[in-house]
Each structure stands twice: as C-alpha cells, then as structure tokens.
C-alpha cells in the first residue's frame, strides 16, 4: 500500500510514495504523513501484490479544507508624514502578522486625485523586498523614470508630479502565511512636494545633546529619511571609554514624519562621561528619494 498525489498513477517514471508510516490497527491500516497534508489536496491509496504487478488505485482522500478567518492588517504605511518629494524612490507597508511571499503584485497600486491608478509606476522586482521577519514589504517606484535622462524619464515623464496627489492603496485579498486575505485594506494619500536633489548631510541636523548620562540625545534632521535605514544606520556608540566604537544600549524613538531621532541611554550604560558619546551614521543612510550621504540618487 503506499499513499499518492492523485493523478501520479498517469505519470512516467517510478511511482514515488508520500513520506509516511503505516500502522495496523486490527483491520484496518492507518497511515500517517510525515509533513502535514496540504488542505484541499487529493490523495490516492493505491496497491499491488507484489512488485511485478502495477499499481492499482483503491481509494481517494481529499484533505479538507480549512476555514481561514481574516486576521492580519495593515498596520502602518510609510513614509509617515502627509508629503512626499516628487522624485520619491519607495514606500513600504508593515502588516500586523507575517505575510505570504511571491504574491504582493497587483495588490498594492497608486491612484492620483481621480482615483485612477498610476500606470508604469511601480518597479516589478522579483522578489519581494520583505524584511527578514517578512512583515515590512518594500515597494520601489520605477527608477528609469526618476532618473532624468534616461529613456523611461524622457519618455514617460517622472511617475509623480508636483502639487498633484497621490495614494498608496492596498488591497484587502493580499494574504498573510497562513493563507488568509487582509482584515480589510488600507490605504494613504499624500501631498507631492518638490523632487529633493542634494546628499543627505549630517552636517545640517540639529542635535541636542545631553547634559546628564540619563538625558536624551536629540537628532532633528534637515528632512524626513527612510524610517527603516534611520533606525538602521543612526546610533550612539562609546568613543573613549570601555567598549569604545561600540553602540550604547537604550532606546530608540523616531517621531511619524521620521524628521527627528531620539536616543535614551538604558540605566547604568551609558559612557561614563557625556562627552564619551559620539553619534554614528552609516554612508548608506538615504532619504525618501534615495539620496544617501553618499550622493545624490538621480
């Protein structure tokens, strides 16, 4: 006895048998998978005297399937703030569980002030940008057309235009892993400001910094940035003292518009003296048009 795709009986080559065991239990036999059975898939129960003899369909099985009840959201979209510069690279969408991979195309758009969606607008990169945790999907915009010069820029023109809106919609059958559809869409609207053409620089924050080991180190940047590279690549590290170059444990704040940083020194672990502390910000630091410290992305 072995246990089958159904349909395999009808294919060329050696039957291969699922991966299982088989137990008796008086007259009957019963045989459990060795992975979990796919719901809504059919199985045969096929069987020969000996293997001489060709195999022989006795019964069929469908797994049932399981009933899927919505229950992963979107839970934010960013960038954070109400505008965004008309040469915008990326967006990203964080859902509340973890999410199925490979399927997000055609479920996120961009609508302008009709409600009609952005053609060409969106990169198509297989694959998906997801974070390692797969519940942050990052979405690019079409670089050729940011780019000015090249053939998709002078062609189709940038895919957003100053002073217009634009919203990011996502769509309420994209599915998390256990195969469900979203609790319900989402979607946010911005404001198209003006394309931002200059190197992110350091240079031009404002920070404040603390006048005790327990204070909060305070970082205003000059523009809104990428909130998952800020929360990346900015840090505060010991420059003189025990472990120096190393990052101090605290906690980190970035307020919605990703504008300004926050840093609190976890109780006891600060650098002994304030003036140990040194800020660090990693080159490949971008803002919300991929502009790095760098240089300037188009």
């Known amino acids: 006895m072995a246990v089958v795709p159904v349909g395999a009986l009808g294919l060329e080559g050696a039957l291969i048998p699922t991966a299982g065991s088989w137990q ?51 839970a934010s979209i960013n960038p954070g703030g109400d505008q965004v510069p008309a040469n915008l690279l990326r967006f990203s969408v964080t859902f509340s569980a973890v999410m199925e991979e490979g399927t997000a195309a055609g479920h996120i758009h961009l609508l302008d002030a009709s409600g009609a969606e952005l053609p060409g607008t969106l990169f198509e990169m297989p694959p998906e940008l997801w974070d390692r945790e797969r519940r942050r999907l990052t979405v690019l915009l079409e ?20 002073g217009s809106t634009v919203t990011v919609v996502v769509d309420h059958d994209l599915r998390d892993a256990a195969g469900a559809e979203l609790v319900g869409g989402a979607q946010r609207t911005y404001l198209v400001g003006a394309p931002v053409r200059s190197r992110v620089d350091p240079a031009l924050w404002q920070v404040r910094w603390p006048e005790s080991r327990t204070d909060a180190l305070v970082v205003r940047f000059d523009r809104p940035l990428d909130r998952a ?70």
């Open 143 to 162: 670089p050729g057309r940011i780019k000015r010069g090249l053939q998709p820029n002078v062609q189709a023109g940038p895919p957003l235009r100053e």
């Open 24 to 74: 008796r239990e008086g007259d009957d036999a019963r045989f459990t998978p060795r992975f979990a059975a796919v719901p809504g898939t059919a199985y045969a129960v096929v069987g020969r005297r000996d293997a001489r003899e060709a195999w022989l369909e006795r019964a069929q099985v469908l797994v049932p399937l399981l009933p899927l009840v919505p229950s992963t959201a979107v």
């Open 229 to 298: 590279l800020v929360l990346r690549y900015v840090r505060l590290v010991d420059r003189h003292g025990h472990g120096h170059g190393h990052p101090v444990p605290g906690d980190t704040s970035l307020n919605r518009e990703a504008t300004e940083w926050a840093f609190t020194p976890a109780e006891g672990s600060g650098p002994a003296r304030v003036d140990d502390w040194a800020l660090q910000v990693d080159a490949r630091l971008e803002d919300l048009a991929g502009n790095s410290v760098r240089g300037v992305f188009d």
